[in-house]
Nanobody, 125 residues
Framework: QVQLVESGGGLVQAGGSLRLSCAAL????????VGWFRQAPGKEREFVAA????????RYADSVKGRFTISRDNAKNTVDLQMNSLKPEDTAVYYC??????????????????WGQGTQVTVSS
């Protein structure tokens, strides 16, 4: 089993930046695709970004392209999400998740089988 812990959320003004981090505890997730998703109140969980095991392939939701960057450090067993130029509509609980089966990144949340507890990101206008 892979236990995931997110950190780095908080309150920031529009236009600001935050860096989220996802750590795997007790087991490496270096061989897996890792994705970030978010869920705002009253809305479905949506894909944000994902990265393959080697960090050579990434994918982003159109709404965050050019503003967010996903990266991983397999030596530290972490995957980060750098979020710049934040907007109020980015406000949500952000989750990281692991896809243990596929080697290509996918935006479909049903393909991810381990999830963290989430970290709140609030962007004020």
């Amino acid at each position: 089993q892979v236990q995931l812990v997110e950190s780095g959320g908080g309150l920031v003004q529009a236009g600001g930046s935050l860096r989220l981090s996802c750590a795997a505890l007790g087991r490496t997730f270096n061989n897996y695709v890792v994705g970030w998703f978010r869920q705002a109140p009253g809305k479905e969980r949506e894909f944000v970004a994902a990265i393959n095991w080697g960090g050579t392939s990434t994918r982003y939701a159109d709404s965050v392209k050019g503003r967010f960057t996903i990266s991983r450090d397999n030596a530290k067993n972490t995957v980060d999400l750098q979020m710049n130029s934040l907007k109020p509509e980015d406000t949500a609980v952000y989750y990281c998740a692991v896809d243990r089966t596929r080697t290509v990144v996918t935006p479909r949340p049903t393909y991810y089988d381990y999830w963290g507890q989430g970290t709140q990101v609030t962007v004020s206008s």
